[in-house]
């Protein structure tokens, strides 16, 4: 049990600081101001890691890779505190490996959760500025859809879709993950 608490709270906490770090880089991609609550709280929950790697890794062109590099650290911070929590009794690259997953997981389901608060947005609060700031993250990733999917009765189901693609994600990049670490528990290991 206190394995299972550890490990949901660890969760949180590098969720949260993990997701700020990606959703900055993506702010950074898509050229969000930061002047508004939600820029100041990705600031607030990152500037500790994001600023002191800015200076030893640079962004490729829109690409902030210290964020997304401060997100895999966190993620990599977790995996590391919880394999030392378990008593060691896999192989140190496996919490590489684990990491790197956490940080496609993180970023799959950060999506996920971006595409819900702004379909929630669209239909209550289509004038506030946060829903403008969501409609500015979340078009270009609804555009292929749109493209495919018609309105049906005036009700645009690409959210709908994105999510399905989104979920079907996240199952493959379980299977994924599951076959790989497989791999570690080989002879080698």
Partial sequence: M????ASFL???LAGLVGGACLLRCYMQ???VPFGNPIGRLVFALSDWLVMPLRRV????????????LGAF????????LLWLLLG?????VSVLVLALFGLLRLTLTGLT?????????????????VYD????LCDPLLRPFRRLIPLVGGVDLAPLALLVALNIGLMVLANVQSAVLMGFQGPGF
């Fill in 29 to 31: 991609r898509q050229r």
């Fill in 10 to 12: 660890l969760d949180v």
């Fill in 88 to 92: 060691m009794h896999t192989s140190p």
């Fill in 2 to 5: 206190l394995y299972q608490i």
């Fill in 133 to 136: 700031l969501l409609a500015r």
């Fill in 73 to 80: 650290l966190v993620e990599l911070l977790q995996y590391l």
């Fill in 57 to 68: 890794v640079p962004a490729v062109g829109r690409w902030d890779l210290s964020s997304v």
């Fill in 113 to 129: 959760g971006l595409v819900i608060v702004f379909s929630i947005m669209s239909w209550v609060q289509t004038h506030s500025p």
